[in-house]
């Protein structure tokens, strides 16, 4: 399964998921993963509210777009709020 997949990788920092929507929505593992497989850093948002969330999810897309990962109707609200369909 992808949440398997994604735990693989996440090991390497120090982080795993239970739920893909739910662990997905603040942005951290998000980004965690972003770093894992490009090997960059990248900026995070370190508060637990709405806003935050957003924001790491927010920088979690543009990291992919500026990677030229074609991204269709996601949006970081979509994310955050854990919407199965666009989280995958």
Do not use: C
Not at 1 to 27: C, M, P
Not at 41 to 57: A, D, I, T, Y
Request: hydrophobic share 35%; net charge positive.
């Amino acid at each position: 399964t992808f949440t398997k997949w994604v735990n693989k990788h996440l090991i390497k920092a120090q982080r795993h998921i239970s739920d893909l929507y739910e662990d997905l929505r603040d942005g951290h593992n998000l980004i965690s993963l972003l770093e894992v497989l490009s090997g960059d850093s990248l900026p995070r948002e370190k508060g637990r509210m709405r806003f935050h969330k957003l924001q790491n999810v927010q920088i979690a897309l543009d990291y992919l777009r500026h990677r030229q990962v074609k991204l269709v109707n996601i949006r970081n609200d979509d994310i955050a709020d854990g919407n199965p369909k666009l989280t995958l």
